[in-house]
């Protein structure tokens, strides 16, 4: 069964630093998201994307954050300069279409600690 | 998007049936009902969704009333393995394409 992946699993960096998470979605989805999830908190929607655009983001998506497809597989979310408080989970997921009978399918995740 | 109503948490014995229940009075007609769950920190799971026809699938059926302002999540037979916390969401893509997540259900199946 095609899931998406992500990599890496767990990434540490000092405050200040950037860093790069990469996600692969499924291969035939057209829509990829990035959520993220504070330790004990809720699951919260950072950035939506489709045809190398951004389609929708939250409040927290700001200039600190990117995203890209760099090529045909990879989808990318790009953190300058990194905060305690960026330390979280972070999901991605990809859905094939984007109208609400599109469910979207989650990746395992990359836990960010940054201390 | 409309606002999701979830007990916090819920027991049920393994082999018997979970009954998830979600309260969305304030969904329109467009609005679909999903269900997620998420096991420890993993990323969330897609369980099923629907928009007014109960659904069923290998992993749950969803029973959803006429008046569409509420819901129940059935898990035919609970494992251990279902011990997670349940997400209803309630989501009109129409002018949004994100998932909002609530605190959830937290299901706990004991032996």
């Known amino acids: 069964e095609p899931e998406v992946t992500q990599t890496p699993s767990h990434q540490v960096t000092q405050m200040g630093q950037e860093v790069i998470l990469r996600c692969v979605p499924i291969?035939?989805?057209?829509?990829f998201y990035w959520y993220r999830q504070i330790l004990g908190q809720k699951v919260e929607f950072l950035v939506s994307?489709?045809?190398?655009?951004?389609?929708?983001k939250s409040e927290i998506f700001d200039d600190q954050f990117s995203v890209e497809r760099p090529d045909g597989s990879n989808f990318t979310l790009k953190i300058r300069s990194t905060k305690l408080e960026d330390s979280a989970m972070y999901f991605c997921?990809?859905?094939?279409?984007?109208?609400?009978?599109?469910?979207?399918?989650f990746g395992p995740g990359t836990r960010l600690t940054v201390t | 998007d409309a606002k999701t109503t979830q007990p916090p948490s819920m027991d049920c014995a393994e082999g018997r049936a979970a009954n998830l229940p979600c309260n969305h009075s304030?969904?329109?007609?467009?609005?679909?009902v999903y269900w997620y769950r998420q096991i420890h920190s993993q990323g969330p799971q897609y369980i099923i969704h629907?928009?007014?026809n109960n659904e069923t699938n290998e992993m749950a059926s969803l029973i959803i009333t006429e008046d569409r302002k509420s819901s129940t999540l059935i898990l035919p037979h609970a494992t251990l393995r279902d011990t997670a916390v349940y997400y209803c969401?309630?989501?009109?893509?129409?002018?949004?394409?994100?998932?909002?997540f609530g605190t959830g259900t937290r299901i706990q199946v004991f032996p």
């Open positions: 997921a990809s859905s094939e279409g984007d109208t609400s009978s599109y469910e979207q399918y």
């Open positions: 291969s035939n989805h057209l829509y």
């Open positions: 994307f489709y045809n190398n655009e951004i389609s929708e």
């Open positions: 304030t969904i329109s007609g467009n609005e679909y």
């Open positions: 629907g928009l007014k």
């Open positions: 969401i309630v989501r009109d893509s129409y002018n949004t394409h994100k998932l909002i």
